[in-house]
C-alpha cells in the first residue's frame, strides 16, 4: 500500500499543487447541496470542496463563502455560471473576500472572465466538452481544465467519460486535466490518473454524506436508487429542444414528458407561439430542485443524480468517503510498474 500511495502522490501531484490540497478530489458544485457545510467537510478531510454559486446574488455568495471560511481554512473553491448577469460582480466578490479558484460553469467562459479572475491572484477553471474546446480553453488562459462526461448528473453533454478522457488527456499540454461524471470509486480514480489526469471531480458520491444538509428523503432516493434509475431528460419534439438533465426516474419526469406533449399540441393547435411554447417547457422544472433537496418533495422535485449512484450504499462522514477512495485508489496503484 505504502508503495501505491507514494504512486498516488505522483500521478495526482499536478492536480495537488494547483488546488493547494492533498487529495485532488474536487466536490461537484451541486445546487442547494454544495453548501456551506458540505464544501468545508471535503476541504477539511484533505480534498477540494467547491460552491455553488447557481443563481446566488452577490451579497448571498458573499455570506456563503464567509460561512465556509468559519468552518474550514483550507482551501476551497467557487463554481460560477457564465451566463449568470452579474458575473462580474460575483468574481470580485470571490476575490474580495480570497477565494483563490474560481471554476467557471454552464458553457465556454469568455476572455475577459477569465482575465478578471487571474487579475485578481486566483485560479480559473472551466468545463470543456471537447479537445478543441479544452485546447481553446488552455490557449485563453485557464489554470485547470475539467472534463465532465454524460454519466454525471445535472445538465449533460452527449459523450461518455471514459471517451472524453481518451481523447483530452493524451493530447493536452498546459494545464491539469481533472476527469468528472461516473466516478463513484478509488478504482476509477486510479484509471484516469494513469491516463494523464491531474485529479478528479466527485458530485453524486457526497450527497448522502453525513455533512450534506440535503432532505433526508432525498438522500433515502439515492440510496435506493441503481445507475439505471438515473436518466437524462427525454426530448418530445425536436423543435422544442431540451438540454438533456441527468436525474432518477420519478413522477415529475414523467409529467415531463406530458407537459412537452401538450405544449406542442397547443402551439400546432395555434394557441402559442413558437416562443411561449418554448418558455412553457424550459419553466417545468423551475424551483423543483430546491423542492427535492430542500422540501424533500421526491415526487414532484428534481432528483438530479449521476450514474455513480449505485455506489452510493449508505451515509458516510465525509472523512469515511474520502478516505475510502485514497485508499482503494492507492490499492489499485500499488501493483503497477
Request: hydrophobic letters at 45%; aromatic letters at 4%; proline letters at 4%.
Amino acid at each position: 500500500m505504502d508503495r501505491g500511495r507514494e504512486r498516488l502522490r505522483s500521478l495526482w501531484a499536478p492536480g495537488r499543487r494547483l488546488l493547494g490540497v492533498e487529495h485532488a478530489i474536487m466536490g461537484g458544485a451541486m445546487t442547494w447541496v454544495s453548501e456551506r457545510n458540505l464544501v468545508a467537510a471535503i476541504s477539511n478531510a484533505g480534498g477540494f470542496g467547491v460552491l455553488a454559486c447557481g443563481a446566488m446574488t452577490p451579497e448571498l455568495l458573499a455570506a456563503e463563502i464567509e460561512g465556509t471560511k468559519a468552518l474550514t481554512d483550507r482551501p476551497f473553491g467557487v463554481n460560477l455560471i457564465t451566463m449568470h448577469p452579474d458575473l462580474d460582480a460575483l468574481i470580485d466578490v470571490c476575490a474580495e473576500l480570497g477565494v483563490g479558484h474560481v471554476v467557471l460553469a454552464g458553457g465556454l467562459p469568455t476572455i475577459a472572465a477569465i482575465r478578471r479572475i487571474k487579475e485578481r491572484d486566483a485560479r480559473a477553471l472551466a468545463f470543456a466538452p471537447a479537445l478543441a474546446f479544452a485546447r481553446r480553453l488552455v490557449r485563453t488562459g485557464v489554470d485547470g481544465v475539467i472534463v465532465e462526461g454524460m454519466e454525471a448528473g445535472g445538465h449533460i453533454g452527449p459523450v461518455s467519460t471514459g471517451v472524453l478522457a481518451q481523447e483530452i488527456l493524451p493530447s493536452l499540454d498546459g494545464a491539469p486535466v481533472f476527469v468528472a461524471g461516473g466516478i463513484g470509486r478509488g478504482e476509477a480514480i486510479a484509471s484516469y490518473l494513469r491516463m494523464g489526469a491531474a485529479g478528479v471531480q466527485l458530485g453524486t458520491r457526497f450527497v448522502c454524506a453525513a455533512e450534506s444538509v440535503a432532505h433526508p428523503r432525498f438522500k433515502r432516493a439515492f440510496l435506493r436508487a441503481s445507475a439505471r434509475d438515473a436518466q437524462p431528460s427525454v426530448q418530445f419534439d425536436p423543435r422544442f429542444p431540451v438540454i438533456p438533465v441527468r436525474a432518477l426516474v420519478n413522477d415529475a419526469t414523467h409529467a415531463f414528458v406530458e407537459k412537452q406533449r401538450e405544449v406542442v399540441r397547443r402551439h400546432d393547435d395555434g394557441d402559442l407561439d413558437r416562443k411561449a411554447a418554448q418558455l412553457e417547457i424550459e419553466h417545468f422544472w423551475a424551483g423543483a430542485l430546491r423542492r427535492a433537496v430542500v422540501d424533500g418533495d421526491i415526487e414532484h422535485g428534481s432528483l438530479m443524480a449521476g450514474q455513480s449512484v449505485g455506489m452510493v450504499t449508505c451515509e458516510q462522514p465525509i472523512a469515511e468517503i474520502v478516505a475510502e477512495l485514497v485508499d482503494r485508489a492507492a490499492e489499485a496503484l500499488s501493483g503497477r510498474d
